[in-house]
């Protein structure tokens, strides 16, 4: 079973930056493509931006040149750097993974979400 556990969030002033992180845990797969979602209160989710697993990015209007998304692939975990932030970057934080599982045959590829780390932007 593949977990994504995000972490990283919490209060920060307008203005000021947050590194959050996504781990993926468990035991025969890989993991392709990652993405970053968030969901303020009252709104839809909303996505942000994806990375591919050779390193190539892509992000909203809205996320380019404040966000910028990394990974680490030997660590499985994916990265959400956000900076200049504002009340409005105010959400619960997702990230979700394709992950390919590798120890069945034919291999299954599945899209597996994280639990979401809350993040405040206030004063």
């Known amino acids: 079973q593949v977990q994504l556990v995000e972490s990283g969030g919490g209060l920060v002033q307008p203005g000021g930056s947050l590194r959050l992180s996504c781990a993926a845990s468990g035991s025969g797969f890989r993991v392709n493509i990652m993405r970053w979602y968030r969901q303020a209160p009252g709104n839809e989710r909303e996505f942000i931006g994806i990375?591919?697993?050779?390193?190539?990015?892509n992000y909203t209007d809205s996320a380019k040149g404040r966000f910028t998304i990394s990974r680490d692939n030997a660590k499985n975990t994916v990265y959400l750097q956000m900076n200049s932030l504002k009340p409005e970057d105010t959400a619960i934080y997702y990230c979700?993974?394709?992950?390919?599982?590798?120890?069945?045959?034919?291999?299954?590829?599945?899209?597996?979400w994280g639990q979401g780390t809350l993040v405040t932007v206030s004063s």
């Open positions: 979700n993974a394709q992950v390919v599982i590798t120890y069945v045959k034919p291999f299954r590829s599945l899209l597996v």
């Open positions: 990375i591919t697993d050779d390193g190539s990015t």
